[in-house]
RNA sequence: GCGGACGUGGUGGAACUGGUAGACACACAAGACUUAAAAUCUUGAGGAGCUGAGCUCCGUGCGGGUUCGAGUCCCGCCGUCCGCACCA
């Protein structure tokens, strides 16, 4: 009597065309329902759906389903982040246009998420290429501009002097440009900048308030704004021969307290000085030339050996008379951050200590710890920067830190040399790229005008379609008549802005579009103010800063231009860990696919082979999936072979979300085994039900069963709340087993008794609703199947009752010595005295014992007890 | 280099706020069903020891510490991963 297996083929596309029929999840702004916005990162079209996105959108799928069978108003909407350079290199590489690669991926991944079963709103979708989204874009920097938000400066970039273009930093490798393999070279450039840094302190004090986010990306961020409290000061600096001079070096520094130990100043290579340096002496031209033959990127500037350049001028100490230091232009010096110039206290601080040591600098120290002999203590190679006593510093000598950087402080300001200053690492957004396929600046560079943006009522400022990527460089620069415009304030000759807009630009208000995406202006603020803010927010952690930060910087932004009314975009945020799966390399060290290899496994030792040659292929690392490593999956296979339910239930399986999941072809036959377990148990279990009501005083397995059904979705729905997936598939499990063993087994033909089978009818009911939110065909199949009305997805979730959920006895372990020694079995909530005369009575724990005196008993109520003897 | 995380059986992982480590699953083994295989069902299991089904010891990357009690807290290592502002 064994039913059909369940086809996810069929079911599958069916119960999608059913949803689509009902416009079961078209969002309306009216419904009467609380509102709940879940969000997943929309995803770059890059050609086809990767298993991060299976596994990104399958969770947020989730919790919508969940909150939707909760009674909220749910808007789960999708789109396209749309522009960014693969599609110019594409154009480049396969010579075709960037709309139509962008459009025909967009087109292949709908479909492919449209087969996942997702509860999307697809009338509000959207790609931010779409002239309709950035038209809307430029009225916000128009805005930006007006209310001071956007501004011009100079600013530095990666500059192939082959190719004569700019670089972005993935595209500069070892230092060369990636096409020509010429040295990169730094090179400034007049961009525009989005003045991210007017929020400095709003941005880091609110990350407080955001108590549903992942403490690490806080912290992130935290450490990414920087906010540090330290002094500008200023030297006095002298020529070679002590000679005099006017000039002064302005330095930033947290560590005043250490000023005793300075033994160097040191000056970043794009120091106004260091420029001036360059134009008198050669050397110290070639010098600065030699450290902006690297990329722009931090890490890079960062992890280079550290050099420095002497110059002719020396820095008086401001407290030591007499006592004047060298100044260096050294490479490991940021003019972006502080003044771009410090002073070296290389026996607190490890990169001024390496510097020292490769240029045979002093190091004094000058902070000892506690338990240190100053007289004894020395630095050899690590700086200390821990806590402890001043020493070698005159005035100083003895006081902490906190009152040395005080004393400091207070002279400095006295003797009107220096102030106190808040700086911060964050810098200002440079949001100018000198590429096509973005959204265009609305701006037009008039020679009497100067700077005119372009007026709202001449927006859009479109791309043009004719295009050529056949030379390096920005195809806009290259167009024959586009840039070619009158100038809107005199009418002259005028020519447009060519840089197009960074692309974390279009993916930092495009939450805020959903709200109303088909509205004239941005936004339509009562509507965003209705949805926002985004109340669970998943992604993927590489987002952790910049995204996140620029949208928290856009919210302000938007709020200061009247587009809504809101202080932070992501109430809730979760971010997930990656995909990853074995790799396969050859003999000769090429890499095969997951699907090229066949893998034995015999006394616990799995064997790779080629399927093809029988070759032996060597297991590797478990990596991202990634093109280069030959180790991806192919969702639309798995979702062709396994279906939407299975590859979803795998997805949640096992792994904590926040965590990396290992994709292996185990366990996703696992999943597709539970699936059909599931049918057959369903259909199993319906003979065995009834839709009689249940009896208010069950025992014995009936209420065993029930207590199990309570709990499961209890548990399920804490699991979902809390977005720990793989627990909810975990008691879902449990639960299934468990009905499983409830049934009437065997060749005995009997059936339950009338109350285990209303019993096994709600617990039915249950197990489906359970899993419904995480496989949604499956679970409107099974709804069918058991002859229940309506659709699942319309169902509200199971009410629980409470009562089920304890139960009257406990069992606690007993501990001797905190060792486990044995358990006892008693009533809930049982006197501590009574607990503690059981405890001590246990053979167990009376022979462990022996003749030692009881000194303590320790009882946890409904835990565990341990006797101390 | 700087910043952030993670590390538990053969494997993925569970363990709520410091309270019975290994839930659940995968893989494995044995058995049932079958001509056979697949599928399915049942059973078993962290490791070591003791001559018996109970008990002892060891066990959460490594080394210390706090505590009646540590996977969980603290200090120091080791390893792996993520971000570093023009990849998205």
Redesign the pocket.
């Known amino acids: 009597m064994s039913v059909e297996?369940y086809n996810p083929g069929a079911c599958e596309t069916k119960w999608q065309q059913t949803w689509t029929d009902h416009g079961t999840f078209q969002t309306r702004d009216d419904d009467p329902g609380e509102k709940y916005y879940v969000l997943e990162?929309f995803?770059?079209p890059?050609g086809r759906v990767h298993m991060g996105h299976v596994r990104n959108y399958t969770m947020g799928d989730v919790v919508a389903r969940f909150k939707r069978a909760r009674g909220f108003n749910v808007l789960h909407p999708m789109g396209w982040?749309?522009?960014?350079?693969?599609a110019e290199n594409a154009a480049m590489a396969n010579n075709i246009h960037p709309r139509e690669w962008t459009y025909d991926n967009i087109a292949t991944m709908r479909d492919q998420l449209k087969s996942m079963g997702l509860s999307l709103d697809w009338s509000r979708e959207f790609a931010t290429c779409d002239v309709e989204y950035y038209t809307r874009q430029q009225q916000l920097f128009l805005d930006f501009l007006d209310a001071g938000l956007a501004y011009r400066r100079k600013?530095t970039?990666?500059w192939d002097p082959v190719d004569h273009t700019?670089?972005?930093?993935?595209?500069?490798i070892d230092g060369k440009g990636w096409r020509s393999g010429a040295i990169v070279e730094q090179r400034d450039?007049t961009?525009w900048f989005f003045r991210?840094t007017a929020y400095n302190d709003d941005l880091l004090a609110s990350l407080d308030k955001l108590d549903r986010w992942p403490?690490?990306?806080r912290?992130?961020q935290?450490?990414?704004?920087?906010r540090s409290e330290g002094m500008t000061f200023d030297f006095d600096l002298v020529g070679d021969n002590d000679a005099a001079t006017d000039q002064k070096l302005t330095v930033f520094t947290t560590r005043q307290d250490t000023i005793f130990g300075a033994t160097f100043c040191a000056i970043a290579p794009d120091h106004p000085m260091a420029k001036a340096a360059a134009e008198q002496s050669p050397e110290a031209a070639e010098f600065i030339a030699a450290c902006q033959q690297s990329?722009?990127?931090?890490?890079?500037?960062?992890?280079g050996e550290k050099r420095g350049f002497k110059l002719d001028l020396r820095a008086v100490h401001p407290f030591l008379e007499g006592q004047t230091l060298p100044v260096y232009i050294a490479n490991?010096v940021l003019m972006?951050?502080g003044e771009g110039a410090i002073f070296g206290c290389p026996g607190h601080d490890?990169?001024d200590l390496?510097f020292a040591r490769k240029y045979n600098i002093d190091v004094i120290p000058v902070v000892v710890p506690e338990n240190e002999d100053p007289a004894e203590f020395e630095i050899s190679d690590d700086a200390y920067v821990?806590p402890g006593r001043i020493a070698n510093s005159q005035f100083l000598d003895g006081k902490t830190i906190e009152d040395a950087k005080e004393d400091i402080a207070g002279r400095m300001e006295a003797g009107n040399f220096g102030k106190r200053t808040v700086n911060y690492?964050?810098?200002?957004?440079?949001?100018?790229?000198?590429?096509y396929?973005?959204c265009p600046i609305p701006i037009i560079h008039c020679d009497s005008c100067g700077i005119v943006p372009v007026p709202r009522a001449n927006l859009p400022v479109s791309l043009p379609d004719d295009v050529t990527f056949d030379v390096p460089g920005n195809p806009l620069d290259h167009h024959p008549t586009w840039a070619n415009v009158q100038c809107p304030t005199c009418q002259g000759e005028a020519r447009r802005e060519t840089?197009t807009m960074?692309?974390?630009v279009?993916?930092s208000w495009y939450f805020a579009r959903f709200t109303a995406p088909h509205a004239d202006a941005p936004t339509v603020p009562e509507i965003a103010n209705q949805w926002l803010p985004v109340d669970q927010y998943i992604g993927?952690?590489?987002?952790?800063?910049?995204?996140l930060?620029y949208s928290r910087f856009f919210t302000r932004a938007m709020k200061a231009t009247g587009h809504l009314d809101l202080d932070e975009p992501f109430a809730g945020l979760f971010t997930q860990?990656?995909v990853i799966h074995e790799t396969y390399r050859k003999l000769d060290g090429t890499w095969a696919t997951p699907d090229e290899v066949s893998i034995t496994?015999?006394?616990?030792v799995?064997t790779a082979t080629l399927i093809e040659t029988d070759e032996k292929v060597e297991i590797g690392?478990?990596?991202?999936m990634s093109k280069s490593r030959r180790n991806t999956v192919d969702p639309s296979d798995i979702l062709e072979t396994y279906g939407a339910d299975t590859a979803r239930w795998f997805m949640l399986?096992?792994?904590?979300p926040?965590?990396?999941?290992?994709w292996?072809e185990?366990?996703i036959?696992?999943?597709?085994?539970?699936v059909?377990?599931l049918w057959?148990?369903v259909h199993d279990a319906k003979e065995q039900s009834s839709n009689d009501p249940i009896s208010g005083n069950l025992d014995g397995p009936a209420l065993g069963l029930r207590k199990i059904a309570h709990r499961s979705l209890a548990a399920v729905a804490t699991d979902i709340e809390s977005l720990?997936f793989?627990?909810a598939?975990?008691?879902?499990?449990?639960f299934?087993?468990a009905l499983?063993?409830s049934l009437p087994?065997g060749d005995n033909p009997a059936s339950a008794t009338p109350e285990m089978k209303s019993v096994i009818g709600e617990a039915l009911q249950f197990l489906i609703q359970g899993f419904g939110a995480m496989m949604p065909h499956l679970g409107e199949e099974c709804w069918q199947a058991i002859g229940s009305e309506g659709l699942l997805v319309d169902r509200p979730w199971p009410k629980i009752d409470q009562s089920l959920l304890q139960d009257d006895t406990?069992?606690?372990?007993v501990?001797v010595?905190?060792?486990?020694?044995?358990?006892l079995t008693i009533a809930r909530d049982m006197a501590k005295q009574d607990i503690e005369k059981a405890a001590l009575a246990l053979?167990?724990v009376i022979?462990?014992i022996g003749d030692r005196p009881v000194r303590?008993i320790?009882v946890?109520p409904n835990?565990?007890?341990?006797v101390?003897a």
């Not at 399986?653 to 904590?656: E, L, Q």
């Open positions: 297996r990162m995803p770059y890059s982040d749309a522009f960014g350079m693969p600013s970039v990666n700019v670089l972005a930093n993935e595209q500069v450039l961009q991210i403490e690490k990306v912290l992130m935290q450490n990414w704004i920087g990329g722009t990127s931090e890490e890079e500037l960062q992890t490991f972006g951050y490890q990169r390496e821990g690492r964050l810098r200002d957004w440079g949001i100018s790229r000198q590429r396929w973005g840089d960074d692309t974390f279009d993916s993927g952690i590489e987002h952790a800063i910049l995204h930060l860990g990656m496994e015999s006394d616990n799995r690392n478990v990596e991202k399986s096992d792994s904590p926040e965590r990396d999941i290992i292996t185990a366990g036959e696992g999943a597709w085994r539970f059909q377990r057959r148990l720990r793989n627990r598939v975990a008691h879902i499990y449990e299934a087993n499983s063993a087994t406990v069992t606690i372990a501990q010595n905190g060792k486990r020694r044995d358990e053979d167990n022979r462990d303590k320790i946890v835990r565990i007890v341990n101390v």
